[in-house]
Antibody
Framework: EVQLLESGGGLVQPGGSLRLSCAAS????????MSWVRQAPGKGLEWVSS????????YYADSVKGRFTISRDNSKNTVYLHINRLRAEDTAVYYC?????????????????WGQGTLVTVSS | SYVLTQPPSVSVAPGQTATITCGGD??????VHWYQQRPGQAPVLVVY???DRPSGIPDRFAGSNSGNTATLIVSRVEAGDEADYYC???????????FGGGTKLTVL
């Protein structure tokens, strides 16, 4: 059974930093691209960032480019999202999601499994 | 950037059919995926690649995609289908993954 478990959320002051983690199990983690998707309170889903299976390619939404960094450790079956210079508008539940298709064929594919999310609150 | 447009809300009586649209420029050439999100829960994939269903998703959920509109049809609607539904595609021009704004399905 595929499981994705996010952690690392919390209350942070504007301008602060945070590292989110997503521990994966139940599939061959090193062969799948992974993604982060967020949802602000009462709002819709927003794609944030994605990373290829070997970590060699990364992608970012315009709203977070330059402030967020996605990375992964395939030896630990974990994907990370490093968040810097946090703003109030970054307040959201951050979900980790797995692509449906392994290796390089993930671009147009769906997110077939999601974690339960971790809440990031940016407030002074 | 590529934009997906969904109606904010759709209401339907139990047992009837709900139709949720997702509009986008020439969306018919893209693979469209649909997610259900019940209150307080994570999204769940209900339709992928326009019309395929993951295992465990009932055949009451069906999808289609042509021209500038993709559609999710929920037949024989049940109270448990009440949720937010999001369409999603990949935009090759920007290398961005895009979600629609979401549609709240209310079962009357």
């Amino acid at each position: 059974e595929v499981q994705l478990l996010e952690s690392g959320g919390g209350l942070v002051q504007p301008g602060g930093s945070l590292r989110l983690s997503c521990a994966a199990s139940g599939f061959t983690f090193s062969t799948y691209a992974m993604s982060w998707v967020r949802q602000a309170p009462g709002k819709g889903l927003e794609w944030v960032s994605s990373i290829s299976d070997n970590g060699g390619a990364t992608y970012y939404a315009d709203s977070v480019k330059g402030r967020f960094t996605i990375s992964r450790d395939n030896s630990k079956n974990t994907v990370y999202l490093h968040i810097n210079r946090l703003r109030a508008e970054d307040t959201a539940v951050y979900y980790c999601a797995k692509y449906e298709t392994p290796h390089s064929g993930f671009y147009s594919r769906s997110f077939d499994h999601w974690g339960q999310g971790t809440l990031v609150t940016v407030s002074s | 950037s590529y934009v997906l447009t969904q109606p904010p809300s759709v209401s339907v009586a139990p047992g009837q059919t709900a139709t949720i649209t997702c509009g986008g420029d020439n969306i018919g050439v893209k693979r469209v995926h649909w997610y259900q999100q019940r209150p307080g829960q994570a999204p769940v994939l209900v339709v992928y690649d326009d019309f395929d269903r993951p295992s465990g998703i009932p055949d009451r959920f069906a999808g289609s995609n042509s021209g500038n509109t993709a559609t999710l049809i929920v037949s024989r609607v049940e109270a448990g289908d009440e949720a937010d539904y999001y369409c999603q595609v990949f935009d090759y021009n920007s290398d961005h993954w895009v979600f629609g704004g979401g549609t709240k399905l209310t079962v009357l």
